[in-house]
């Protein structure tokens, strides 16, 4: 029997996250095909186990004839035309099911990311990697479009369904002119105008390259403004010091990390900062400065710890309430009412108090009396009377270095530039590896005092590691672990590795 | 059904004969059922079928013209007991459900159902939530036609093929007087198509003559000896009657092909699939000309004999394409082949797998496996991906599964949850259907299953000892009004269970698609609401109560939760956690803001952020909040590593991120920003004032302290 007609119907798969828009532009695509004169079956999973998980629509369509064709109500691996992915992750769980093919699929992918809890739980960076699905994508699809369709959306106050329909009008993996897409959007009679811009705008970003590079801006360095004359001088002082006598691959790190030190104290500090910094240079081993590199950054970050009048100053500067406009859309002239969510415990309190109080901070009547400031509190910014409380705060800045909790940060500040120093001297790979850890510690309350138990765990198994030629790379990997959930389990299982080999004990 | 309005299906079930019907498989369903003169219709919601309910909710227009009643059930069981109508009257009904789960409920009405046997046709239109998407375990409803003798429908996935199910199902049923099952897939209820439609029909016999002629008939009860006489006239009278209409009627479908030595058979839901497979094969073409012969069952159950006999005789092999397991209808049509003394060989479970759902690929590769019986195996394509390629691949997609929205009012609920089980210890907590059991994924990962909807409380029954520590119980509204009222609360007070129950009061069944049920808070002008979950606990005699009416407030709720687990007082302790579903609200509440944006009138749109520069990037707020619009930003900062939280525009304001920081004692980062927009003259005046005090302050300090410009 040879009377099998050849024909194939067009298959699309949208790949999307629930709530996104995918059904929208299934629900275009059909009205699209339908005003084409195709004939077009389109299917979806709907229900609870959409809501803002992975899904997807399916959609076959072909020209109407004169008998009705059997369309699938699902993808195959291997028979997909067009792949249309609203999220990078879900254009990478596409290619993973075997939906784009070098053979006939084209993939459109947005490079905007909408982060998975997985990769939000973590408190290092767990955010996944972005090169592989592109990777995947170049080695396996026909034709494979992407740019950062979200953004393009937002940017003409639409949704991410518009600027795909753009990109799937451009792909011309659907053999309908420009107009019929833009039809589709007028008849559909919501946020038309918004709609038919960010479609447009998507549209025309493929005319030249189906991979379009952003010319990413590159990100001037922060600037100093304000301050008198004299500390104007003295800052620019420093950063001639810098410029001279630092390496060429420190100068960047350093300068950033003197301006943040600065903004946090004063130009006295900063001139600390360097003098500390200087001090790395001559123990340095190889020729890239990798120690002092790594100091710079992780030094400033010790120096400019977040304490109440830290947190009190940042709250209250104009660039604040300047970026807090910008970010909720509010022009400069509607008003603007803000509300901070602080909640300053009793020991945040105490870091408060003078240094010579001494044992007196910690007595119960001076907790009690300082429970009385402590507590949830919500304090209107916008307002003269809570934007004075917070700007009364940041105004103990001068009388910082008296205070408790200034010279406890300075205690750990030491052990840790001795403890780097010292092992610098025989193990200058290993000093940077401790310099990085103090990217442990961060947090507020008690997440700060967890990573500052995980900083301890970590430091704490140097002293069964110190004498091995790995222990740089075994101080890495252990950073790594600390960085990978919160509660240390796999820094624990990483520890118990290192005590089994440093003690000959196999550790269950 | 309260925050959405369905006014455009509506119009679809208004369509004459003639009109061409477009749009999704279980509305095709709908506007079949009005055009079979349908009497009646009830059912419970849940997906795939909450459609065909939320529609018909709001068509009361169309309905009272036809003389339709529609009733949503307070469960699967109530729906099912509908139906006792159509046993004493002429009048078609017709109910529908989520299968298996919602059939399991409705299994005793239907079995009694069944063996009363129908006058009406009755029609029970199960959406089977099976594979890709599923919310449910995976089991057939196959099972539950077989036991009570429930004739069992399974049309090809067209909507022509779906609406002609729904007449044959009725007429199958009058000819039988047995109620028949229309088994709708999930993409099958959700495929858009086309049909021509018909009129619409008012019912030949109405309910007011119903109510006004009341019938008694011994013979239906299930009480012996007429239970007895029921199983036989099932088995000697309505079976054959069956068979006979399905043979007569050819409601089974025969496709021929020129391979005419091998054959396969099929449930009808199938059918795309067969073709599609067969296509890729070469065997089909996408008009459905078919070389291989197809015998495609559009009524699974009874099989008629005659049929399968004469389809599979003198064939060298025959394939049966059944999905979902165990493999009933190939060991019925093994049963059939071997006591008609037919050789043909049968495949079916082996070259396709017991188990899962029977996808494009699983198809393809189960009908090339049995094309080849006898010749040479076909070679396994080689992958596209290299091995490194398809590693790194594999390590960067995380998994996405779903979770609660932005801004849902049950997220500070489970918050709450954390924060007071670090305080007094881990609990075990049995969980509950709907929303809320998002609470077991990450970030949450709280609770220990679920034994069925409305039993959060029931499952933890066993342990209540005077030892030990309390338990917690989760129960939706949802579920409580089910059945958990009397499952789960009465059963704690009778039995003087000293265990936590939280009830999740989010005003609507939100989990199916936001219909009201009796506590909705919406004024529904054919329902009666309003009526609160509070009353009705201490109505069953619990003493305990504690209503938080802000879910939000996540460090109330802790407290409240932390004394229902320490308070000396014996008895159940209930926890009612009450705040209105936002996917709902935003419903309600955008369009108007919307509005009121465009008329100039004053308006405050929220917004939460986090000061990037405070924010030291652990995401702790995000471990114990999981909100979409709680996310991260990747600063251009030398100095920082980890990327920081921050709040996208989703954000509804819910508040709970502030919430959490505040309750948890996280950090200082979270702000709540109102602008207001078209103010008024004291806004202005007031905005300008603190603007200039402010900025006064700020110059000042500017003036003596250098500041980074980032």
């Known amino acids: ?508 | 059904m309260a925050e959405r309005s369905f006014a455009k299906e509506v119009q679809l079930l208004k369509k004459r004969a003639g009109e061409e019907f477009i749009g999704e498989g279980i509305l095709a369903v709908t506007k079949a059922l009005l055009q079979c003169g349908v009497g009646y219709v009830g059912g419970y919601q849940g997906a795939p079928i909450s459609h065909l309910m939320d529609v018909l909710a709001d068509a009361r227009e169309t309905l009272d013209e036809l003389g339709v009643h529609f009733e949503v059930g307070a469960s699967e069981a109530s729906a099912a007991a509908m139906l006792s109508t159509s046993m004493h009257f002429p009048i078609r009904g017709a109910v529908t459900w989520k299968s298996t789960v919602g059939t399991n409920v409705a299994s005793d009405a239907l079995a009694n159902l069944s063996s009363g046997g129908v006058t009406g046709g009755a029609l029970v239109i199960v959406g089977e939530d099976y594979g890709e998407g599923s919310s449910i375990m995976q089991e057939r409803s196959h099972a539950f036609a077989m036991k009570s003798q429930i004739w069992m429908l399974d049309p090809r996935p067209n909507l022509p093929s779906i609406v002609k199910a729904v007449e044959d199902g009725f007429n199958l049923s009058e000819a039988s007087n047995t109620p028949v099952m229309l088994q709708l897939r999930i993409r099958t209820c959700h495929v858009h198509g086309s049909f021509i439609a018909k009129d619409n029909k008012r019912p030949t016999y109405s309910l007011e003559q119903a109510r006004n002629n009341p019938q008694k008939d011994a013979s239906r009860i299930i009480l012996p000896p007429m239970a007895f006489d029921q199983e036989q006239d099932k088995v000697q009278r309505r079976w054959p009657a069956a068979v006979d209409y399905i043979k007569t009627n050819k409601l089974n479908e025969f496709f021929n092909g020129d391979m005419t030595d091998i054959g396969i058979i099929l449930q009808g839901g199938m059918y795309n699939g067969v073709i599609t497979a067969l296509r890729q094969l070469g065997l089909a073409d996408i008009y459905g000309n078919t070389r291989v012969p197809l015998y495609c069952l559009n009524v699974t159950y009874p099989l008629v004999d005659d049929e399968v006999v004469a389809f599979c005789d003198g064939k060298s092999k025959v394939l049966m394409v059944e999905e979902g397991q165990p493999e009933h209808l190939e060991q019925a049509i093994h049963t059939i082949l071997r006591r008609a003394g037919v050789t043909a060989p049968l495949y079916g479970k082996g070259d396709l797998p017991m188990a899962g759902e029977y996808t494009g690929q699983v198809l393809r590769d189960g009908i090339a496996a049995f094309m080849a019986r006898g010749g040479k195996p076909t070679k396994p394509k080689p992958p596209i991906l290299t091995d490194i390629l398809s590693q790194d691949l594999n390590n960067a997609v995380p998994p996405r599964p779903p979770g609660f929205c932005t801004g849902c009012p049950e997220r500070p609920i489970f918050s709450a949850l954390t924060l007071a089980q670090e305080e007094l210890g881990e609990r075990h907590i049995t969980c509950d259907i709907g929303c809320h059991l998002f609470s077991t994924l990450p970030p949450f990962n709280i609770g220990a299953g679920t034994m069925g909807y409305g039993l959060g409380a029931a499952s933890a029954s066993a342990m209540n000892v005077d030892a030990g520590q309390r338990t917690i119980s989760i129960m939706g509204d949802g579920g409580f009004w089910h059945n958990g009222l009397t499952s789960g609360i009465g059963n704690a007070v009778f039995n003087r269970n000293d265990n936590v129950i939280l009830i999740v009061d989010n005003y609507y069944a939100a989990a199916t698609g936001g219909q009201d049920i009796l506590s909705s808070r919406a004024k529904n002008a054919q329902r009666s609401t309003s009526h609160p979950i509070e009353d009705a606990v201490r109505g069953v005699g619990v003493k305990w109560v504690r209503r938080v009416d802000d879910t939000y407030n996540v460090g109330i709720l802790t407290d409240v939760l932390k004394e229902a687990l320490s308070t000396p007082e014996r008895g159940p302790k209930v926890v009612i956690a009450a705040s209105e579903c936002m996917l709902n609200k935003q419903r309600r509440e955008k369009p108007l803001k919307r509005a009121a944006l465009a008329a100039g009138t004053r308006s405050v749109v929220q917004r939460f952020g986090v000061d990037s520069d405070i924010c030291t990037g652990d995401h702790a707020c995000m471990r114990i909040s999981g909100c979409p619009s709680l996310t991260m930003k990747t600063l251009d900062d030398p100095l920082v590593d980890d990327p920081v939280a921050f709040v996208d525009e989703s954000c509804v304001a819910c508040g709970h991120c502030g919430e959490v920081a505040d309750a948890a004692v996280l950090c200082p980062s979270f702000y709540r920003a109102d602008v207001v927009h078209n103010p008024n003259t004291v806004d202005r005046l007031l905005n300008a004032t603190r603007r200039r005090f402010l900025t006064a302050l700020q110059n000042r300090r500017a003036g003596k302290q250098l500041m980074e410009q980032r």
């Open chain 1, 1 to 508: 029997m040879n009377s099998l007609s050849k024909d194939t119907p067009l298959a699309i798969a949208i790949h999307a996250i629930g709530g996104q828009g995918g059904g929208v532009v299934s629900s275009w695509l059909v009205a699209l095909a339908q005003a084409q004169g195709w004939v077009v079956q389109a299917t979806s999973v709907p229900g609870v186990a959409q809501r803002t998980g992975a899904t997807i629509y399916y959609l076959e369509m072909m020209p109407a004839g004169a008998a009705s064709p059997v369309m699938a109500l699902m993808p195959s691996p291997g028979q997909v035309d067009l792949v249309v992915a609203a999220e990078w992750m879900e254009a990478g769980r596409a290619i993973q099911r075997g939906f784009v093919s070098p053979d006939r699929t084209t993939l459109i992918g947005s490079t905007h990311r909408g982060y998975s809890v997985m990769e939000k739980s973590v408190p290092g960076n767990g955010i996944s990697d972005a090169g592989a699905i592109e990777a995947a994508a170049l080695a396996s699809a026909k034709r494979f479009l992407r740019a950062d369709l979200g953004t393009i959306a937002s940017l003409h106050n639409s949704v991410i369904s518009a600027s795909l329909l753009g990109a799937i009008a451009a792909s011309n993996a659907l053999p309908f002119p420009r107009q019929a897409f833009e039809d589709v959007i007028k008849q559909a009679g919501i946020g038309v105008q918004a709609s038919l811009a960010a479609f447009g705008a998507a549209h025309d970003l493929f005319t030249d390259s189906d991979q379009p590079d952003v010319e990413k801006a590159s990100i001037p360095a922060s600037e100093m403004t304000g301050g008198t004359i004299p500390q104007q001088q003295e800052f620019a002082a420093m950063q001639k010091w810098i410029k001279d006598e630092f390496p060429i691959a420190v100068q960047a790190m350093a300068s950033a990390g003197l301006k943040r030190v600065v903004d946090f104290q004063d130009v006295t500090y900063g001139r600390e900062y360097l003098d500390h910094l200087a001090q790395f240079l001559v123990l340095e081993t190889g020729t890239d400065a990798k120690l002092t590199t790594a100091m710079a950054k992780y030094l400033a970050g010790a120096m400019a710890y977040h304490d109440t009048i830290r947190v009190a100053d940042l709250k209250t500067r104009a660039t604040r309430f300047d970026r807090v406009r910008a970010e909720v859309g509010a022009n400069d002239t509607q008003a603007l009412t803000l509300t901070e969510f602080m909640h300053p415990r009793v020991e945040e309190m105490q870091g408060l108090l003078p240094r010579f109080l001494g044992r007196f901070a910690d007595s119960g009547f001076m907790r009690w009396m300082l429970s009385l400031f402590s507590g949830g509190k919500r304090i209107r910014t916008d307002t003269l009377r809570g934007f004075l409380t917070l700007y009364l705060l940041s105004s103990l800045r001068p009388w910082r270095r008296s205070l408790r909790r200034h010279s406890a940060e300075m205690d750990s500040l030491e052990r840790w530039l001795t403890l780097v120093k010292e092992t610098a001297k025989t193990d200058c790979g290993l000093a940077v590896e401790i310099a990085k850890c103090r990217r442990l510690v961060k947090g507020y309350g008690d997440t700060h005092a967890r990573s500052q138990s995980k900083y301890i765990k970590v430091i704490g198994s140097l002293k069964l590691l110190k004498h091995r030629d790995d222990a740089a790379d075994w101080l890495k990997r252990l950073r790594t672990a600390a960085l990978a959930d919160a509660d240390g389990v796999a820094l624990d299982g990483a520890l118990a590795t290192v005590n089994s080999f440093a003690t000959g004990v196999k550790n269950g």
